[in-house]
Nanobody
Framework: QVHLVESGGGLVQAGGSLRLSCAAS????????IGWFRQAPGKEREFVAA????????GYSNSVKGRFTISRDNAKDTVYLQMNSLRPEDTGVYYC????????????????WGQGTQVTISS
């Protein structure tokens, strides 16, 4: 089955940008929908963005819409999350997740998860 690894997290100032990557191995990555979720300390995991296997349905939470862009390159078995105009409230551990059906905003619908990458935005 698909194994997911996130990368690209780090510490940036408010207003800055980061690009997260979710790389997959050992599986038919191009058949999976991928979602990005994040979890801040003391808070529940929340939906950020998701994309279908074909690259359509790019869906976003209201809090990131217009600032974040999700995309995928199936030839590289990688999904990207470009994050611009970052805010302190974007701080958290970012996880990518995969499911063998269409993209959804519900974390419980996803079967496979990466280990997460830390994103910290300073004010």
């Amino acid at each position: 089955q698909v194994h997911l690894v996130e990368s690209g997290g780090g510490l940036v100032q408010a207003g800055g940008s980061l690009r997260l990557s979710c790389a997959a191995s050992r599986g038919a990555f191009s058949t999976y929908a991928i979602g990005w979720f994040r979890q801040a300390p003391g808070k529940e995991r929340e939906f950020v963005a998701a994309i279908n296997w074909s690259g359509d349905y790019p869906g976003y939470s209201n809090s990131v819409k217009g600032r974040f862009t999700i995309s995928r390159d199936n030839a590289k078995d990688t999904v990207y999350l470009q994050m611009n105009s970052l805010r302190p409230e974007d701080t958290g551990v970012y996880y990518c997740a995969a499911r063998y059906m269409g993209a959804t905003e519900n974390a419980d619908d996803y079967d496979l998860w990466g280990q997460g990458t830390q994103v910290t935005i300073s004010s």
